[in-house]
């Protein structure tokens, strides 16, 4: 609560030095490992004593946490406006957001996707990806979320690692070229799990009709 005003509102002067500190560690991150970038190199650049840090973060770690966070509620504020069932069948509008903001920004990303050792980044994707696909398709099919959570675990791993692995290339192909693939490979997956179930309860239904 020490970031709030009485009003509920995010503190101007809280809001802007953690802008500032966040935006100096990316800058950092883009120069050396992240194990090796330091609470005073942050809190020097950022024009701010320790103490101000401390405020407002426990540790380096924290800020990479906080980042990772606000990467993933961007995806899934992202997805949210699109209508996954509608699009399922052409996936790279979806995907292109993805790679928007990844070219923003493409060394970033791939230090942050190189520290894996301190970087959750993936995981909490996949993790945001994986509660959000369960949701809609358990709409569309009578399927226990138990097993379900499975089959997209499969989609959603394997998405991220193409990703993972361009990060990790020489990146000879495209950003766009590899949302394609991922696109295509990830919603085949999906669509294929759905359209199986809805075959076998429309066989189901027939069976009992006649």
Not at 47 to 74: M, S
Not at 175 to 194: H, K, M, P, Q, Y
């Amino acid at each position: 609560m020490d970031n709030l005003q009485l009003s509920g509102k995010p503190d101007r002067r809280c809001v802007k030095t953690k802008k500032a500190i966040k935006k100096v560690f990316i800058k950092l991150m883009s120069e050396k490992n992240i194990r090796e970038i330091t609470i005073k190199e942050i809190a020097d650049a950022a024009d701010i004593n320790r103490k101000t840090f401390y405020t407002h973060y426990a540790d380096v770690n924290a800020v990479l946490d906080e980042i990772e966070n606000d990467i993933t509620e961007e995806l899934d504020k992202i997805l949210a406006s699109y209508d996954i069932m509608k699009n399922r069948y052409n996936p790279y509008l979806i995907f292109k957001e993805l790679t928007n903001i990844i070219n923003a920004d493409v060394d970033f990303y791939k230090h942050l996707v190189q520290s894996t050792s301190n970087s959750k980044l993936l995981e909490k994707i996949k993790q945001m990806l994986k509660n959000k696909i369960i949701d809609i398709i358990q709409n569309e099919i009578n399927m226990k979320k138990e097993v379900l959570s499975y089959a997209i675990e499969f989609v959603a791993s394997g998405t991220l690692s193409i990703y993972e692995e361009w990060f990790n290339s020489e990146r000879e192909i495209s950003l766009e070229e590899v949302s394609e693939i991922a696109g295509v490979l990830a919603f085949d997956g999906i669509n294929s799990i759905i359209d199986r179930k809805k075959q076998i309860f429309q066989k189901h239904i027939w069976e009992e009709v006649t």
